[in-house]
Antibody, heavy 115, light 112 residues
Framework: EVQLVESGGGLVKPGASLKLSCVASGFTFSDYWMSWVRQTPGKTMEWIGDIKYDGSYTNYAPSLKNRFTISRDNAKSTLYLQMSNVRSEDTATYYC????????WGQGVMVTVSS | DVVMTQTPVSLSVAIGQPASISCKSSQSLVGTSGKTYLNWLLQRPGQSPKRLIYLVSKLDSGIPDRFSGSGSETDFTLKISRVEADDLGVYYCLQGTHFPHTFGAGTKLELK
């Protein structure tokens, strides 16, 4: 069974940095592109970006490219999202998903940006 | 970015009745490979999204054949032949042909 478990969310102040993690199981992690998607409190879905199976290539939504970085550790079957200089509009539930075009989704982790 | 326009915003359907959701894209979703990367997702209340359909019309494993997807180029439709109680939630279309991938705003299916 495919499982994706995110962690690292919480309440952060504007301008701070935060790193989310996603541990994958139930499939060969190193065979798949992986991606991050977020959902705002108003339920709008936004694709953040993806990373190639070997970590050698990434794509990002242009609006987030300068502040968000996706990486992975295939030895640990773990996907990461490094968020920097966060803003109130980054408040959302962040989902780890399998595939560049998501097929399986994690349960999500909430990030709230507020002073 | 490709804009995905979903209609209706909400839908109230009785059990056993059909339902239909439209998704229109601002540009063709046919990729350079000739494939059309249009997915449909369902997010049930309190849950994460679940993919139902990929490549316009291919059902994911375990998805009942009451669900069907159709369309081409810029015009796509999700149909449920006979709605069941388990079908309630928000349906999203997602295009994966162009970067960045983009979602529709969602259609909330409620039971009448």
């Amino acid at each position: 069974e495919v499982q994706l478990v995110e962690s690292g969310g919480g309440l952060v102040k504007p301008g701070a940095s935060l790193k989310l993690s996603c541990v994958a199981s139930g499939f060969t992690f190193s065979d798949y592109w992986m991606s991050w998607v977020r959902q705002t409190p108003g339920k709008t879905m936004e694709w953040i970006g993806d990373i190639k199976y070997d970590g050698s290539y990434t794509n990002y939504a242009p609006s987030l490219k300068n502040r968000f970085t996706i990486s992975r550790d295939n030895a640990k079957s773990t996907l990461y999202l490094q968020m920097s200089n966060v803003r109130s509009e980054d408040t959302a539930t962040y989902y780890c998903t399998r595939g560049g075009i998501p097929d399986y989704w994690g349960q999500g982790v909430m990030v709230t940006v507020s002073s | 970015d490709v804009v995905m326009t979903q209609t209706p915003v909400s839908l109230s359907v009785a059990i056993g009745q059909p339902a239909s959701i439209s998704c229109k894209s601002s540009q063709s979703l046919v990729g350079t490979s000739g494939k059309t990367y249009l997915n449909w997702l369902l997010q049930r209340p309190g849950q994460s999204p679940k993919r139902l359909i990929y490549l316009v019309s291919k059902l994911d494993s375990g998805i009942p054949d009451r669900f069907s997807g159709s369309g081409s180029e810029t015009d796509f439709t999700l149909k449920i032949s006979r709605v069941e109680a388990d079908d309630l939630g928000v349906y999203y279309c997602l295009q994966g042909t162009h970067f960045p991938h983009t979602f529709g705003a969602g259609t909330k299916l409620e039971l009448k």
